[in-house]
């Protein structure tokens, strides 16, 4: 239960951070892309300084903030943003019990690869958790390029 309040406020102060403060002011000198890039590398900056990353990790971090960057933009701001990312690490670590950055966690329904080696462990993150996995990466990028997908069948 502390750690399910932990990450919500982790969230809401992230995304805060993030989302409210940051990018605006970013985006008034950067532009769209140029926000983009140095948000990224300043979130990853931060998750660098909180945990050791793979560059699977890495790469995911950085597609997830873009996500949360997206969702702030196309929902109206950082609480949109922050409950994506408050459900995502609920579902994910406190439902179904799945590693974090390679910590095991309590969960309602575990879940939990079967070995830590080969394909499987590749795609799910075995031990270290799903952010460290070929799926979740798939999926961020699936999810930053549906709306182009949506406005491209509207056009037809």
């Given at each position: ?80 943003s922050a ?50 996995g070929l ?22």
């Open positions: 239960l502390l750690f399910t309040a932990f990450l919500m406020l982790m969230a809401v102060v992230e995304e805060y951070v993030f989302r409210r403060v940051l990018e605006p002011e970013l985006e008034g000198r950067l532009g769209w892309v140029g926000t983009a890039a140095a948000s990224s590398a300043l979130y990853l900056l931060v998750k660098v300084l909180q945990f050791d990353l793979s560059p699977l990790e890495a790469t995911n971090l950085i597609l997830l903030n873009l996500v949360l960057s997206m969702v702030a933009r196309t929902s109206g701001g950082y609480m949109a409950s994506f990312l408050a459900t995502f690490m609920a579902l994910v670590h406190v439902f179904f019990g799945l590693p974090f950055m390679g910590q095991d966690m309590p969960g309602l329904f575990l879940l939990r690869a079967a070995s830590d080696e080969g394909l499987g462990s590749l795609l799910s993150g075995g031990a270290a958790g799903p952010e460290s799926v979740l990466a798939v999926l961020l990028v699936i999810y930053l390029y549906l709306p182009q997908i949506r406005s491209k069948k509207l056009e037809v």
